[in-house]
Nanobody, 125 residues
């Protein structure tokens, strides 16, 4: 059973940077695809970034492209989401999700089999 635990969310001011971490246990970490989703109150869950097992293939939502960077350290079984130039509209609960196998990342939440509990990111002055 694959388990995912997110961390790093907190309150920051607009324009700040923040790095989220997703620690993955169980399964074969080096053979999975992982994505970050977010959900703000009253809004649908949105995929913001995804990365395949090797890091060669990545996906970014247009809303975060050029501001967020997804990466992974297979030696540490961890996927990161580095966020720059944060805006109030980035406020949401951020979740990581995973699927075992050699797949390119998908923006479809139904594609992923495993989910973390989420970490709150609040961007406010």
């Amino acid at each position: 059973q694959v388990q995912l635990v997110e961390s790093g969310g907190r309150l920051v001011q607009p324009g700040a940077s923040l790095r989220l971490s997703c620690a993955v246990s169980g399964g074969t970490f080096s053979n999975n695809v992982v994505a970050w989703f977010r959900q703000a109150p009253g809004k649908e869950r949105e995929c913001v970034a995804g990365i395949n097992w090797s890091g060669v293939y990545t996906y970014y939502s247009p809303s975060v492209k050029d501001r967020f960077i997804i990466s992974r350290d297979n030696a540490k079984n961890t996927v990161y989401l580095q966020m720059f130039s944060l805006r109030p509209e980035d406020t949401a609960v951020y979740y990581c999700a995973a699927k075992q196998g050699n797949y390119a990342p998908s923006s479809d939440a139904d594609f992923y089999d495993y989910w973390g509990q989420g970490t709150q990111v609040t961007v406010s002055s």
